[in-house]
């Protein structure tokens, strides 16, 4: 394909990302920090955020499974998972880690797994959009183009 | 001849009787022929008898009756056989005949019986029939009156001709003699006589109106005849022979809220007139229903006709009266706008006048300023250039809000910078604020966009005056100024039920949040805040130069831009915000070039990078501290990255000039760090500065902080912009606290 039109691509996809609510304006701020001294910058912490949730879901999914669950542990690991989705602009992650906080404090188990499903279908989700969205920019740069910079006006 | 077998007769017949018997047989047979001869004559003349056969019948019985008797002539002498058997056969015929007829009339008579009754039947009839019609045309007659007598009534709108015309036309159509209207007095307690038929002027003859008889009439609609002795119906003189039979009538006068009418009595709800009719005294006449009826819808049309001339009447006063009210009002409005003409060439010529001396004044003293002066010389010029700058922000003041209540200024819109704005605000009140040891710190929403469309001036100038007072009222402490994109239900919290925001694609809402730590005010005091010239009294703050005006002139700029401004305080001594909210447009992102006023952005920000700034980030999570890592770097630091408090504050050294926390994570004793890092560094100009950063708008928390020792605090999510400001204003301040 032709590189004005993956380019082309490349900046609908994002907005389209926008308009869903998947990322928040924290992600523009992450791409005004990649520059030529730091060319990879926003895939390197994408690719940290998504081991740390791995890790953070998987303490989750052990911690309430036991028999005695201990909140304390569970809130801090979500506030973790929370802080680390918001640096990045994963909104819709970072809002059900909200949700999830909520049912931590009122110890309600329950709750508790539903948001954990949640927040895993969460960081899914926006994982696979972000293969996407980083496949696309190799292919912009193995044409030898530079990646647009999105203007989003809201 | 043979002779009969008859026995012979035993009287000869020369007798006399015998004579006789022969001349009435004779005359017998002759009226026995006659009568079928009349019958047949007379029923062949009229067309409907019914019963020819009848006839027939009874005319073959007469007629052989009558041969019977005519026969018997010749049995009187001698007489053959021949004879006598005619006579037998003559007579046994009759006998048949009319024992057929007898049998026959049986049937027959009754009939002719029931005829007669019928003809009696509808003879009753017809005469009743009669009496009907007579009834009918005397209805119709009075219904005649009646509608003739209400055209005259209501075919004039004035009262007295109403009256009147009643009267006269009812003494005509009843052919009465005497006709006579009472009326309720303004008291109430008595009736008065109003109007007469014959009297020319009633001599005002009053009756008390609890009169039994009265008040007989009064209960009821009826027309109701009352006795001539009857104190409303002695209106003769005494001495006629037999007073005609009077009746009196109650006319209802229709209550009105608003009947004012000069000679008309106050009316209220059930008030009646009486009237009183007088048959002719002498005449036998007497009243009939239908007379009494005609009174009765007489009255009831007199109540409407009278209502609607009073209406009328009242209307026209009305009117009247508006008329005038316009021409006084017309007359007023002139004066006014003569008034205001005059007051604005009065404010044209003193506003040049004016500025004129002052500028001379302010120019003078500040020259004067410069040059050599003793202690005491610099101090009075001092004061006199404070007093003139007054006096010129006053002045300006005044015209301005003159030209706001009028109506005639309006906002110069045009596209501007609106971060530009902001500093400019911070630059012109850094001075004061510092002189004064308060803190200023201005943070911007990184949605806030950075161009828009409005009155600039006049905006500057309001943010201006808010930050100004905030100094102004403020001795110690810090004042901050936040500026965002107000969203919808925050616009609809801004305390005012007449505020409502429109939003649409081209427009935003900017809200300014100025905040400060001084003397407060009083929550009862707040409503006054905005009414020029009423300054708070109470507090003591006389001598700080306000004019009073300021936030009048405030609240119109921000009311012309579609906005709303108020403050809020939890009392004195507490501080107080000041919150503004105004209506902006969207400006497409403009050339630098278009707008050669405003100075490029970048310069504003202070330094757009800090190279080799050494800072060292401590956070737990991973990812922020990458993300916070990659904002410093991009900015030209040198970051050192630490996770823990340990590896902190083993780190840590005098060459870092800011240390950044995450103290959100419940793990960390940030405060503990804070003390300890104090503890470390004992001299303050090595000590790095450390600021908290924190997702957490807990002012608990930030209370915490900043009595820990904190040098700043910053709400996470950073976006570049904010942290080139933050470290532009902690490098220069030494401090940032970020408002929550």
């Known amino acids: ?114 948001c954990l499903q949640q927040v895993k279908q969460e960081c899914y989700l926006v994982k696979n959009k972000f293969e996407t969205l980083f496949r696309l920019e190799q292919q912009i740069m193995a044409s030898g183009g530079s990646v647009p910079t999105i203007e989003l006006g809201f | 001849m043979e002779s009969c077998n008859c026995i012979e007769p035993q009287w000869p017949p020369d007798d006399l009787l015998m004579k006789y018997q022969y001349i009435s047989d004779f005359f017998i047979a002759l009226a026995y022929f006659s009568i079928p001869l009349e019958l047949i004559y007379f029923v062949k003349k009229s067309a409907v008898f019914p019963y020819r056969w009848v006839l027939v019948q009874f005319g073959a019985f007469i007629v052989l009756c009558g041969a019977t008797h005519l026969i018997n002539l010749w049995t009187f002498t001698v007489h053959s056989r021949t004879v006598a058997s005619v006579m037998t056969t003559a007579k046994v015929l009759t006998a048949a005949v009319s024992c057929i007829t007898a049998l026959m009339l049986v049937h027959i008579i009754p009939d002719l019986l029931s005829v007669k009754t019928r003809e009696l039947f509808l003879k009753n009839k017809a005469a009743e029939l009669d009496r009907e019609m007579g009834l009918i045309r005397t209805q119709e007659e009075t219904g005649r009156h009646v509608r003739m007598l209400t055209h005259e009534i209501r075919s004039t709108l004035d009262r007295h001709t109403i009256l009147k015309t009643t009267l006269v036309e009812l003494g005509r159509t009843l052919a009465l003699e005497e006709c006579a209207l009472w009326m309720p007095t303004r008291t109430g307690l008595e009736l008065q006589l109003s109007y007469t038929l014959r009297q020319q002027n009633p001599v005002g003859y009053t009756v008390p109106i609890h009169h039994p008889v009265i008040n007989q009439v009064f209960s009821s609609n009826r027309a109701v005849k009352i006795s001539p002795n009857c104190p409303v119906a002695r209106l003769r003189p005494a001495g006629k022979y037999m007073p005609g039979e009077v009746v009196a009538v109650r006319v209802p006068l229709l209550h009105l809220s608003n009947f004012h009418i000069n000679d008309w009595p106050e009316l209220s709800t059930k008030r009646y007139a009486l009237m009183v009719l007088m048959l002719p005294s002498d005449s036998a006449r007497q009243w009939h229903v239908h007379e009494l009826e005609l009174v009765e819808v ?179 402490g810090s004042i901050s100024i936040t500026a965002f994109v107000a969203k919808l239900d925050t616009l609809r919290d801004s305390k005012a039920p007449e505020f409502l925001p429109v939003l649409s694609d081209n427009i935003f809402y900017l809200r300014v949040q100025v ?100 800072v060292l980030v401590m956070d737990e999570n991973g990812v922020s501290r990458m993300v916070t890592k990659g904002l410093l770097l991009h900015l030209g630091c040198d970051v050192t990255m630490v996770g823990s408090s340990d590896e902190c504050l083993r780190l840590v050294s005098h060459e870092h000039k800011v240390v950044f926390m995450d103290i959100c994570v419940p793990g960390i004793d940030s405060y503990g760090i804070t003390i300890r890092i104090h503890e470390k560094f004992t001299k303050r100009h090595e000590r790095p500065l450390l600021v908290a950063l924190t997702g957490n708008t807990d002012k608990v928390k930030k209370e915490n902080c900043m009595r820990a020792g904190m040098d700043g605090l910053i709400l996470k999510p950073v976006s570049l912009d904010k942290m080139r400001s933050v470290l532009t204003d902690l490098l220069e301040h030494r401090v940032f606290f970020e408002a929550i």
């Open chain 1, 1 to 114: 394909m032709e590189l004005v039109q993956i380019q082309r691509r490349l900046v609908d996809y994002t907005k389209s990302l926008f308009m869903e609510g998947f990322l928040d304006a924290q992600f523009l701020q992450l791409q005004q920090l990649q520059d030529d001294s730091n060319p990879y910058f926003v895939f390197e912490v994408v690719s940290l955020f998504f081991e740390d949730s791995e890790k953070l879901l998987n303490e989750l999914t052990i911690a309430l499974d036991q028999p005695n669950v201990d909140f304390k542990k569970i809130d801090s690991h979500v506030h973790q998972l929370k802080g680390s989705s918001s640096s990045i602009g994963a909104q819709r992650v970072k809002n059900a880690c909200i949700a999830f906080r909520n049912y931590c404090d009122v110890q309600n188990i329950e709750g508790c797994l539903t």
């Open chain 2, 298 to 476: 007489v009255a009831d049309q007199v109540a409407v006709a009278l209502s609607h001339a009073a209406i009328l009447e009242e209307s026209m006063r009305a009117r009247d009266l508006l008329m005038e009210q316009n021409v006084a009002l017309d007359l007023a409005r002139r004066e006014a706008e003569t008034a205001i003409r005059a007051r604005n060439d009065f404010l044209a010529v003193m506003n040049h006048e004016m500025r004129t001396p002052m500028h001379a004044i302010i120019a003078l003293s500040s020259l004067l300023q410069e040059t050599e002066l003793t202690p005491e010389q610099r101090l009075m010029v001092e004061t006199i250039l404070k007093s003139s700058n007054l006096l010129a922000t006053l002045i300006n003041d005044v015209l301005d809000l003159s030209r706001l209540e009028d109506g005639s200024l309006q906002l110069d819109l045009g596209t501007f910078n609106l971060y530009a704005v902001f500093r400019e605000v911070l630059n012109l009140i850094k001075p004061i604020a510092s002189v004064k040891k308060l803190h200023v710190s201005l943070t911007l929403a990184p949605d806030l966009p950075e161009y828009a469309i409005g009155d600039e001036k006049r905006l500057m100038q309001t943010i201006l005056n808010i930050v100004g007072n905030a100094v102004k009222f403020s001795k110690e």
């Open chain 2, 515 to 614: 905040k400060d730590s001084g003397s407060g005010i009083n929550p009862l005091d707040i409503p006054k805040l905005f009414t020029k010239f009423a300054q708070n009294q109470s507090t003591g703050t006389r001598n700080s130069g306000g004019s009073g005006l300021g936030l009048a002139i405030c609240k119109r700029f921000v009311n012309l831009m579609e906005g709303h401004i108020w403050i809020e305080s939890e009392g004195l001594g507490k501080g107080c915000t000041a919150i503004l909210i105004v209506k902006l447009g969207m400006a497409e992102r403009v050339n630098e070039s278009k707008l050669p006023y405003m100075p490029k952005m970048p310069t504003n920000h202070g330094q757009t990078a800090f190279p080799g700034l050494k």
